[in-house]
């Protein structure tokens, strides 16, 4: 009897454990930098290692795009991600088009239920607006708030979707899915079941002048009923001799909106378009300070903001109101803008592009019959090319915000960085005291690391430690109360996603490599592979989801439900 009681308490216990693992894989992902907002989940029981050859803890790989920057959002089932119109082969309705593609998935099996097709744009944006899309598609990770999906076209429209596609009928009160989804002066499409259905739509460069640069780019941040999202307003054409001007300058760089409607609500009031180095593409992000719901920005002037949280509530009429930061701090030490002579530095001279073009007027001014003379002709040189960027990271200049801010423990993490078509440099990784107001670029600042390169990653944030990768191809791991460096890894690679912490373990996905590290204070490499893609991996439900070379994978433990 003593026998049977035991066996019947140890089967009680394991049930117990087992149902609490299970509840502890049972989360969703259903926006940009997952369900706590850092990055970082305490999901159990996730792979080491996979084997794209064999099928080694693979649940299951869809063929999509060529690529993916928005990382995928998972919710009720069902798994989004944006690409490019690669995703779209063999149907005939779209052969000649270029654009963006978000395509649904069944969250079981990779089976592709519907797509939303957003054609390349070249109508409706401000004069000199330079929109040179280059096949990427549709960037913005998606956001699932009950069945409603919200996410940015690379035309920069807001649109709001039905999670189930029109597999369930034409919702509206946007009914112009076959005309949108054609194209510019194209016949509308016929519409099937496998295709999305748009709620609405929000046009932001024909509703506020907005000139978004190269594409529409930014994850948008939903609290109740209201939408946070950059407009992505910029520059035009990038000239890399000088600092180019915004094409509108008055635009907002961030905005709010009804969720349910698409009315906009509020517009920044703040210098972000006037002062922009280059585009407002990151994403806002929140968290709660001292009981206060507050929303982080990362500026493409270079500073972070905070916002507070809009006091709405659906159906109650308000008129558009102007949104003021709570407080700023300035990304760019003092160091990065001015030369030790209080030279201002030029936000062009960091560019690769321009480094290289004055390298070669350089030597032609410096040419031995024009400076016989050798030592002078080597300090000439030296003088000039010390001011740009020597294309290595050591050159010190200002940078935008491309990242979003993460918010952990009263405390903002965000760097700063660029386009990674301009070139590697350095930037800076800030720590940031959210519990103050005002401009607190002085006393704001908890730590700063200059160590790190230009960056367009989110840091990840757990157990009291910051997991930071730059560019350049280098991940980091400092103390999140310090900013005392614990390791870095220098993948070999171009690093344009951000890392995620999840079951003891940080997955990190490059252009060309996939890897596994530890996470701990002490740098351990547990897994590497070839083959990568330019947006990071995410978990939910016990799943990680990894986009590599034009597919996504389900990774999970083989035996895994």
Not at 354 to 376: F, G, H, N, Q, S
Request: aromatic letters at 10%.
């Amino acid at each position: 009897m003593r026998h049977i009681r035991r066996r019947i308490t140890t089967v009680i216990v394991l049930t117990a454990v087992m149902g609490l693992c299970r509840s502890a894989l049972a989360e969703d992902w259903p926006h940009w930098t997952g369900p706590n907002g850092t990055n970082a989940v305490k999901t159990m029981g996730l792979p080491d290692h996979f084997d794209r050859k064999r099928g080694g803890n693979i649940k299951w790989a869809t063929r999509l795009g060529d690529v993916a920057f928005g990382t995928p959002t998972v919710s009720k089932g069902r798994i989004l991600v944006g690409t490019n119109m690669a995703a779209m082969r063999g149907d005939t309705r779209f052969r000649r088009l270029r654009g963006g593609v978000l395509a649904c998935l069944d969250e079981a099996t990779g089976e592709r239920l519907w797509n939303l097709v957003s054609p390349e744009r070249t109508e409706g944006f401000p004069m000199k607006t330079f929109v040179d899309e280059q096949r990427w598609g549709i960037c913005s990770s998606p956001t699932i708030v009950g069945h409603r999906v919200y996410v940015i076209s690379n035309g920069d429209d807001v649109l709001c979707l039905d999670l189930k596609g029109l597999s369930n009928g034409n919702d509206g009160p946007f009914q112009e899915e076959a005309v949108y989804m054609a194209g510019e002066g194209a016949a509308p499409i016929t519409l099937s079941s496998t295709d999305a259905d748009i709620i609405w739509r929000y046009d932001m460069p024909r509703e506020l002048s907005v000139a978004p640069h190269d594409v529409g780019s930014c994850s948008v941040l939903v609290l109740g009923d209201v939408l946070y999202t950059s407009t992505s307003n910029g520059i035009g054409r990038y000239r890399a001799d000088s600092v180019s001007d915004a094409v509108n300058p008055d635009a907002p760089a961030f905005i709010a909106l009804n969720r349910h409607t698409g009315k906009l609500l509020a517009v920044d009031d703040t210098p972000i378009s006037r002062d922009l180095f280059h585009a407002q593409w990151a994403s806002p992000t929140h968290g709660r300070v001292n009981g206060k719901e507050l929303v982080f920005l990362g500026g493409s002037d270079g500073f972070c903001y905070a916002f507070e949280v809009l006091d709405y509530r659906d159906g109650v009429p308000v008129s558009v109101r102007a949104m003021s930061p709570v407080w700023k701090f300035d990304c760019n030490p003092p160091h990065y803008k001015r030369r030790s002579d209080g030279m201002p530095i030029d936000y062009a001279w960091g560019d690769l592009r321009a480094y290289k073009r004055r390298e070669k007027l350089v030597r032609d001014v410096t040419r031995a019959d024009a400076i016989p003379d050798k030592p002078t002709r080597l300090a000439r040189m030296k003088e000039a090319l010390g001011r740009y960027n020597n294309g290595d990271g050591s050159y010190v200049g200002p940078s935008e915000i491309l990242a979003s801010p993460v918010f952990y423990e009263n405390r903002v993490y965000v760097a700063t960085g660029r386009d990674p078509q301009h070139g590697l440099g350095r930037g800076v990784l800030s720590c940031i005291d959210a519990t103050q107001t005002g401009d607190v670029s002085e006393a704001g600042a908890v730590w700063r690391f200059e160590g790190i390169g230009r960056t367009m990653s989110t840091v990840a944030v757990a157990n009291g430690l910051v997991y930071a990768a730059d560019l350049a191809g280098r991940l980091y791991c400092l103390d999140a109360r310090s900013g005392e460096l614990f390791w870095q890894h220098d993948t070999g690679h171009e690093i344009w996603g951000s890392p995620l912490v999840a079951d003891g373990k940080v997955y990190l996905n490059t252009r060309q490599s996939f890897w596994i590290f530890g996470a701990s204070r002490a740098k351990e490499v547990r897994f590497s592979s070839r083959g990568g893609s330019e947006c990071g991996a995410i978990v939910a439900n016990g799943v990680v989801y990894a986009y590599i070379r034009g597919q996504l994978y389900a990774l999970a433990e083989e035996g895994s439900p």
